[in-house]
């Protein structure tokens, strides 16, 4: 398919070549060739094929985020925070000076909410004591039978305006049945309670931590004779977060994201009289559903392909750093949706052209990873659709229209 327009780009080009000279005592197009720029767009048939699909590139307890995902969704995922001990005595601003706890009276828990369900209404985090050491083993599982009544520690209502921000409660410290008991440890897994399927994530920021344990203690007076309440804190030793596996869909394509943090690769099949003898104007990988993109309710996230410096399979290196745009191109994909993704990848394809030693080959991933329960599954050959490469393209420039 031939167009006559003149994308901003190849017009650029175009204007480089016959420039308007204030020197000169005639101007510009008078003394210039005549000829013109052939735009082309062009979708390459059987042009894609997929690799193969690897995860554990990243874990839940090594991810920026923590996402807690409520009933009624996709999948449930709830989160798990232990923070650091506190200590035994008390020392305040002067360490050197340490005094006995007669008392603790109560807690306070503080979450920061980087993202939440946009106009969900009624949501609640419901914070349960979870009795043992948290570590990236944990599965939902092991720790279903603690989210029930008896643990129940505090309950946080998340505003229905609130987009981001803090919300905290304050509970006594006689509901924690094994702070006092088990090193002065805060062990919490934190679930949803809400009016209709919605999802919340917890996170650090420049400014606040993901969350914070405060505890309110009676110490002896500076005189001895009476009672003096006091308060220290603690921020988050560990945090992630656990899906129920049984929400989980059974792949029958290659899965990028999710809680694994998979990574898909495809290889390209690119003619060398487009990649290496054109001037590529836009590149896009168009990539059908066979089911609605996996995700949280509400959510969306980000489509990343990525070229490669080499292709050694799931290890195989990227040209340059993961947050790196310059060889890179993505999409933007909402939960549920089952539109065809259109990924931009018009910088991986001009960083292979006049690069032969560089592999054709797309590395996919979901951008922040393991963050989330939200994937994207790139359709196998199975389900019958077929992804294709649309690129548009300048020929080179012809004098006089020859």
């Known amino acids: 398919m031939k167009r006559q327009l003149l994308p901003a780009a190849l017009a650029a080009l175009l204007g480089a070549g016959c420039q308007d000279v204030v020197s000169a005592p005639t101007t510009c197009p008078e003394f210039c060739p005549p000829g013109q720029i052939e735009v082309r767009d062009t979708i390459l048939a059987n042009s894609v094929e997929p690799v193969g699909s690897y995860g554990g590139y990243k874990l839940p307890h090594e991810a920026r985020e923590i996402q807690i995902v409520g009933p009624g969704g996709p999948a449930e995922a709830r989160g798990l925070i232990e923070f650091n001990a506190f200590s035994e005595t008390y020392s305040g601003a002067d360490t050197s000076v340490k005094k006995t706890i007669l008392q603790t009276d109560s807690i306070r828990i503080t979450v920061h909410i980087a993202r939440r369900t946009p106009g969900s209404r009624g949501i609640v985090l419901a914070l349960h004591e979870i009795p043992f050491h948290l570590d990236s083993t944990a599965t939902y599982a092991a720790v279903a039978p603690y989210f029930d009544d008896s643990t129940l520690v505090a309950t946080l209502a998340v505003p229905d305006s609130l987009a981001s921000g803090l919300v905290s409660a304050t509970a006594p410290a006689s509901r924690l049945r094994h702070f006092l008991t088990d090193s002065l440890t805060g062990r919490f897994g934190v679930r949803i309670r809400s009016l209709e399927p919605a999802f919340v994530s917890l996170a650090d920021s420049d400014t606040v931590v993901t969350a914070r344990i405060t505890r309110f203690v009676q110490l002896d007076s500076s005189t001895g004779t009476t009672r003096v309440t006091r308060s220290d804190s603690r ?10 596996p049984a929400r989980l869909p059974e792949p029958e394509g290659l899965i990028v994201g999710g809680v694994t943090a998979a990574r898909a690769f495809i290889r390209l099949t690119i003619p060398a009289r487009i990649l290496d003898s054109t001037q590529i104007v836009r590149g896009t990988l168009l990539l059908p559903q066979a089911r609605p993109a996996f995700g949280a309710p ?19 290196p990227l040209i340059a750093p993961e947050d790196d745009s310059t060889s890179a191109g993505s ?11 259109v990924v931009d990848i018009t910088n991986v394809l001009r960083a292979w052209r006049g690069s032969p030693s560089l592999p054709h080959t797309v590395m996919l991933r979901v951008v922040p990873e393991a963050t989330s329960i939200n994937q994207f599954e790139v359709p196998g050959r199975q389900t019958g659709l077929e992804p294709v490469l649309r690129i548009t393209y300048g020929l080179p420039f012809r004098v006089g229209g020859r």
Not at 235 to 241: A, E, K, L, Q
Not at 331 to 341: G, K
């Open 298 to 316: 509400g959510d969306t996230f980000r489509l990343r392909a990525h070229a490669l410096g080499a292709d050694f399979g799931p290890k195989s």
């Open 331 to 341: 999409a933007r994909i909402a939960a549920q949706s089952t539109d065809t993704a």
């Open 235 to 244: 921020i988050v030793f560990f945090r992630t977060f656990v899906v129920d």
